[in-house]
């Protein structure tokens, strides 16, 4: 379980997250809201390359803002970014066995731990094949396979989904509900995509401005008049017509248009390019 209790983050006058108090529990569990909302934040604090102004983050019984970037991967943090961190010169092989390596998972089960996360996410390319020739699901499985190599304990995707059309979505649900079984690490998935969420996540919380507005099981999530209003502007009275979930549905679609209007990016997201954002998923923080 991760319990985080008045989470604040602030970049000089804009506060990112606003005293967020959330508890996840085991499986997979969504975290939502419109651009801008405080998501890729939060995942740069439970990374360790944002620090927070104030708040607590316990995950399984241990204090986790108390441990820097480096001993987190180590500890069992993985991730995933917006944008592929795969090395294209590299072996999808060796792209892999980076993140085992970092996390100090020892070099006697490494071949074994990276083919079984390669097998795992469905990637059928020979493991020395250079990264750079994958194709576009392929590398988005990659950037999984790095993620759940070893023994993580907390996986966190941000955005998997992104360019990915709908036939290639479904293998790519598939993958991520099966994570806590197959590594029994706890995996937070944040996608604008609610079809991926709902088929996902059993239960999903929702930030909007920094400040958490629901959370729950995700199906009743979606139809709360908050999280409606917080993607489409309208209170779910005034939505117009078509079920709730459809309302949601398309609300994660425009939130590029509508809280990206309102708010712009998300700092948290400059937090997390660059060499930083280069650490990828697991130890890459070392770099």
């Given at each position: 379980m991760i319990e985080v209790s008045g989470l604040t983050v602030r970049f000089g006058g804009v506060t990112s997250l606003d005293g967020m108090?959330?508890?996840?529990?085991?499986?997979?569990?969504?975290?939502?809201?419109?651009?801008?909302?405080?998501?890729?934040?939060?995942?740069?604090?439970?990374?360790?390359?944002?620090?927070?102004?104030?708040?607590?983050?316990?995950?399984?019984?241990?204090?986790?803002?108390?441990?820097?970037?480096?001993?987190?991967?180590?500890?069992?943090?993985?991730?995933?970014?917006?944008?592929?961190?795969?090395?294209?010169?590299?072996?999808?092989?060796?792209?892999?066995?980076?993140?085992?390596?970092?996390?100090?998972?020892?070099?006697?089960?490494?071949?074994?731990?990276?083919?079984?996360?390669?097998?795992?996410?469905?990637?059928?390319?020979?493991?020395?094949?250079?990264?750079?020739?994958?194709?576009?699901?392929?590398?988005?499985?990659?950037?999984?396979?790095?993620?759940?190599?070893?023994?993580?304990?907390?996986?966190?995707?941000?955005?998997?989904?992104?360019?990915?059309?709908?036939?290639?979505?479904?293998?790519?649900?598939?993958?991520?509900?099966?994570?806590?079984?197959?590594?029994g690490a706890l995996t937070i998935l944040v996608d604008h995509d609610m079809s991926l969420v709902s088929a996902c996540c059993a239960t999903t919380a929702v930030l909007d401005f920094g400040r958490l507005i629901a959370a729950g099981p995700t199906a009743e999530v979606l139809r709360d008049d908050n999280v409606v209003q917080a993607y489409l502007g309208v209170a779910n009275g005034e939505a117009g017509t078509g079920s709730e979930h459809d309302k949601a549905d398309s609300g994660g679609d425009r939130a590029g248009s509508n809280a990206g209007d309102r708010a712009g990016s998300d700092p948290g997201d400059k937090a997390g390019s660059g060499t930083d954002g280069r650490a990828g998923s697991g130890g890459d923080g070392e770099r």
């Open positions: 108090s959330v508890a996840f529990e085991s499986g997979t569990c969504g975290l939502i809201g419109p651009n801008g909302a405080g998501k890729t934040t939060f995942f740069n604090v439970l990374s360790g390359f944002v620090r927070p102004a104030a708040g607590a983050i316990r995950a399984f019984g241990e204090d986790l803002l108390a441990k820097p970037h480096f001993q987190r991967a180590r500890w069992g943090v993985r991730r995933t970014f917006q944008t592929e961190q795969a090395i294209e010169e590299l072996s999808v092989f060796d792209n892999v066995a980076m993140i085992h390596e970092h996390a100090r998972m020892g070099r006697a089960s490494r071949r074994a731990d990276v083919l079984r996360a390669l097998e795992f996410v469905g990637i059928t390319s020979a493991p020395a094949a250079p990264a750079g020739s994958l194709n576009a699901r392929e590398r988005r499985l990659l950037e999984i396979a790095r993620a759940v190599v070893g023994r993580p304990r907390l996986v966190l995707l941000d955005e998997p989904a992104a360019g990915l059309p709908d036939e290639e979505t479904a293998h790519l649900a598939d993958v991520i509900r099966r994570i806590p079984e197959q590594t």
